[in-house]
């Protein structure tokens, strides 16, 4: 971390440094010698010349990785680096990126900002070849030319910024330290929603039953602006409204919570500050009275209500607290769990004020720190921008209001995978799209939702009274969605694992091949195939009408996870595409994986699992997967009220050997079970530490059986050794013996 400071200036940090920063010491050997500094770590060395001023990064190797070159001066920090190096970071993708498929790198940098509809940014940067750059600014611009990486416009008046070094999970994972790391989301957000604009409470328990009638899970309702009294006098915009008739009585929350769904509302930074007459609102006059408005806006007529209005100043702690309590009265104590910061980026949904890089940050802070002052549940939110820091107020980022075709869906993964670049690792985009601008296939219908299959928020949304349930596209659209959905359902140990990650390390489930690969120069700039989670990879259909697709798969053995087909790496492959009925999903196993499931229900929380089960594949290496639950619901986890458990797969030879390392924390799972599937092992004898397991003839025999066996059974990817055990309280090792036979890719 470098603090210069030109003539002695200094400025206070933006919200962009986590205001906890605390620093780890670490092992260094340092030299301060008259005219330079030599710094050694384990990770690097850095030599800090005094005069004149310049700082040059080595790795661990001694090579040069960049430097800077002269002291900053005049808001520019420049640095000199290879001009081979490819940079990410800095920015995601808004609504308006040209159509087509996107890379994801940022060689010729951009600028720095919270961009409208669906962008997200802020001043880090960082390259495959090893190293970021991090800098305290409100704004700028970053340009990157023939090796000369210059930010510009910064806004301090001194130079606060960090110089990571590391492979790229360790970079954002370091920016995430500075920054702030993230909270976990509540287990539903796993789960599968719905945005609507244009509705009622008897359409919305209507709707309900749609999905639980034609078993297809769900789990959250997001309402636009018909949940709330949207222009009317005495804080209207914090409280149900007129379509909601049971909202104010409790009633929506009660029966929201019977039947296994939570309601979310939007939001806007705005409120209705005059009556039709002119006369102040009762929030109108409080905000005028105590200097909420936002600097510099007059009054303007609110597109939906047609009343004069003006966004707040949420930058000021006193509005802050004042606008959470009227939300949380008429809102979240009333059945409302989560919100959608609406129109933060885009004031008056037109543009005609910049709210600036911070107003969603602070917007959110309000949400995040009233609610967790009001009570222990964990707090949701969708917000359509973000800066650098807003990550740990709970904080996820959608991609505005887009189109529905192809074009602009093959835009989607690189936004998805930019986003975590950036360190905003929890996003979505709208499933079939939000504009009715072209008439809906049940072909673009079906690849759209396998598409946001998986992003971390998976959600069908429209314009105003557009009907995106599947029953009104047809039965074959209804089937599709189902089987997709079913399969989030099952892989939500997976996905809540990945949660856990991302607070611990600030990596995201849908990752970059780059960040994995960062030496592969196939990989380098693609988005169209990406990693979910370490042990699986998607390359979604985003074309219309193909029977073949391209896909890169990194070195390594693959497997087709639906029909077994194995696939050796370091190649392009050509795939068959289902163009008939849409349903095919091309989603590879990487190889050493280890995937838990659990059963399929109606939304989260419905039953608990008894059961987990383990698919594990064999590997040249040893590989390793955290398992992790908790109640899903509060921060008991800050206080260790948890289960974590590393599970460790390794084959020598003709034994496989599986090791549950002792539980983390004081929570115990409602599961009780593991049921491993070790694939390709034909096993002749298997031990849970030092006992023997019974064989059983079985599948069935062996899941009716009291106690731990193991049976040998068949399934699309082969011979399987199926193994039944308790989930150990200690650490435990099981050995399988048997030979490996996997069939030939």
């Given amino acids: 971390?470098?603090?210069?400071?030109?003539?002695?200036?200094?400025?206070?940090?933006t919200p962009i440094i986590d205001p906890n920063l605390a620093w780890s010491p670490v092992r260094a050997k340092i030299d301060n010698k008259k005219t330079y500094i030599r710094i050694e770590t384990d990770s690097y060395s850095a030599i800090i010349h005094k005069t004149p001023f310049s700082v040059e990064i080595h790795g661990a190797e001694g090579n040069l990785l960049v430097t800077q070159q002269a002291a900053p001066q005049n808001g520019q920090l420049s640095f000199t680096h290879d001009p081979a190096d490819n940079y990410y970071g800095l920015s995601g993708y808004n609504r308006d990126v040209n159509r087509g498929i996107q890379g994801i790198t940022r060689n010729q940098g951009g600028r720095i900002q919270a961009q409208p509809q669906?962008?997200?940014?802020?001043?880090?940067?960082?390259?495959?070849?090893?190293?970021?750059?991090?800098?305290?600014?409100?704004?700028?611009?970053?340009?990157?030319?023939?090796?000369?990486?210059?930010?510009?416009?910064?806004?301090?008046?001194?130079?606060?910024?960090?110089?990571?070094?590391?492979?790229?999970?360790?970079?954002?994972?370091?920016?995430?330290?500075?920054?702030?790391?993230?909270?976990?989301?509540?287990?539903?957000?796993?789960?599968?929603?719905?945005?609507?604009?244009g509705i009622t409470e008897d359409e919305f328990k209507r709707h309900i039953a749609g999905y639980r009638e034609r078993s297809i899970p769900f789990d959250w309702f997001m309402l636009d602006f018909d949940w709330m009294d949207w222009g009317a006098d005495?804080?209207?915009?914090?409280?149900?409204?007129?379509?909601?008739?049971?909202?104010p009585t409790g009633g929506m929350k009660s029966w929201s919570e019977a039947h296994g769904v939570k309601i979310t509302g939007i939001t806007k930074p705005r409120i209705i500050g005059k009556n039709a007459d002119g006369s102040f609102t009762a929030q109108g006059q409080y905000a005028e009275d105590h200097g909420f408005w936002y600097p510099g806006?007059?009054?303007?007529?609110?597109?939906?209500?047609?009343?004069?209005?003006?966004?707040?100043?949420?930058?000021?702690?006193?509005?802050?607290?004042?606008?959470?309590e009227h939300l949380c009265e008429g809102g979240f104590d009333q059945g409302v769990v989560g919100f959608l910061n609406d129109e933060c980026d885009d004031a008056n949904g037109g543009g005609l004020y910049s709210l600036g890089n911070f107003s969603n940050l602070h917007m959110q802070q309000s949400i995040y720190e009233g609610q967790r002052a009001h009570c222990d549940t964990r707090v949701w939110s969708v917000n359509r921008t973000g800066y650098l820091g807003?990550?740990?107020?709970?904080?996820?980022?959608?991609?505005?209001?887009?189109?529905?075709?192809?074009?602009?869906?093959?835009t989607q993964p690189a936004k998805l995978l930019t986003a975590n670049n950036i360190l905003m690792p929890i996003w979505g985009f709208c499933a079939t799209a939000f504009w009715d601008t072209e008439?809906?296939?049940?072909?673009?219908?079906?690849?759209?939702?396998?598409?946001?299959?998986?992003?971390?928020?998976?959600?069908?949304?429209?314009?105003?009274?557009?009907?995106?349930?599947?029953?009104?596209y047809g039965e074959d659209v209804v089937e599709a969605t189902r089987e997709v959905v079913n399969l989030r359902y099952r892989l939500?140990?997976?996905?809540?694992?990945?949660?856990?990650?991302?607070?611990?390390?600030?990596?995201?489930?849908?990752?970059?091949?780059?960040?994995?690969?960062?030496?592969?120069?196939?990989?380098?700039?693609?988005?169209e195939t990406f990693l979910f989670g370490d042990y699986l990879l998607a390359s979604p259909v985003l074309e219309q009408g193909i029977s073949e697709k391209s896909i890169y798969l990194p070195e390594g053995t693959w497997t087709d996870f639906f029909s077994g087909q194995r696939y050796e790496g370091g190649r392009t492959i050509d795939y068959s595409i289902d163009n008939r009925t849409f349903r095919d999903m091309p989603l590879f196993i990487r190889e050493g994986a280890i995937?838990?499931?659990?059963?399929?229900?109606?939304?989260?929380?419905?039953?608990?699992?008894?059961?987990i089960q383990l698919d594990i594949f064999p590997g040249a290496q040893a590989t390793s997967f955290p398992l992790y639950d908790d109640d899903g619901a509060t921060y008991a986890y800050e206080q260790g009220d948890y289960f974590k458990q590393e599970i460790t797969r390794e084959d020598r030879g003709k034994e496989g050997i599986i090791t549950f390392a002792t539980p983390e924390g004081s929570f115990r799972p409602t599961f009780g079970t593991y049921l491993l599937g070790v694939h390709y092992r034909n096993a002749s004898d298997v031990t849970v530490g030092k006992n023997r397991l019974t064989r059983y003839n079985s599948r069935e025999a062996l899941l009716a059986a009291e106690g731990d066996g193991y049976c040998i059974d068949q399934d699309r990817y082969g011979t399987v050794t199926l193994i039944k055990t308790s989930v150990p309280e200690r650490a435990t090792q099981i050995r399988v013996t048997g030979p490996l036979a996997p069939p030939a890719p």
Avoid at 4 to 11: C, D, E, L
Avoid at 439 to 466: C, D
């Fill in 1 to 13: 971390n470098i603090d210069y400071r030109p003539s002695g200036n200094s400025s206070p940090s």
């Fill in 492 to 527: 939500i140990p997976y996905l809540y694992a990945y949660d856990r990650v991302k607070h611990e390390t600030m990596l995201g489930i849908a990752r970059a091949l780059v960040i994995e690969w960062p030496d592969d120069p196939h990989v380098a700039d693609m988005s």
């Fill in 118 to 197: 669906g962008g997200s940014g802020g001043p880090f940067i960082w390259s495959s070849a090893g190293y970021g750059i991090l800098l305290d600014t409100d704004g700028g611009e970053v340009t990157n030319t023939n090796g000369q990486l210059t930010f510009k416009g910064c806004s301090q008046a001194n130079f606060n910024y960090f110089i990571i070094v590391g492979a790229p999970r360790e970079l954002i994972y370091s920016a995430g330290q500075v920054t702030g790391l993230p909270p976990m989301f509540p287990k539903w957000n796993c789960g599968f929603g719905q945005l609507e604009w």
């Fill in 390 to 410: 807003s990550q740990r107020y709970a904080y996820s980022v959608w991609s505005g209001d887009n189109y529905p075709n192809f074009a602009d869906l093959q």
């Fill in 595 to 611: 995937i838990p499931t659990q059963e399929v229900m109606n939304y989260v929380g419905e039953t608990s699992p008894e059961v």
């Fill in 234 to 247: 005495n804080y209207g915009e914090f409280r149900w409204g007129p379509n909601f008739p049971s909202g």
């Fill in 297 to 324: 806006e007059d009054f303007y007529n609110d597109y939906f209500s047609g009343k004069p209005s003006k966004d707040l100043q949420f930058a000021i702690p006193e509005c802050r607290t004042w606008w959470w």
């Fill in 439 to 472: 008439p809906f296939t049940p072909e673009f219908y079906i690849r759209s939702v396998q598409t946001a299959f998986y992003a971390p928020l998976f959600f069908l949304h429209g314009t105003i009274n557009m009907q995106k349930q599947p029953w009104f």
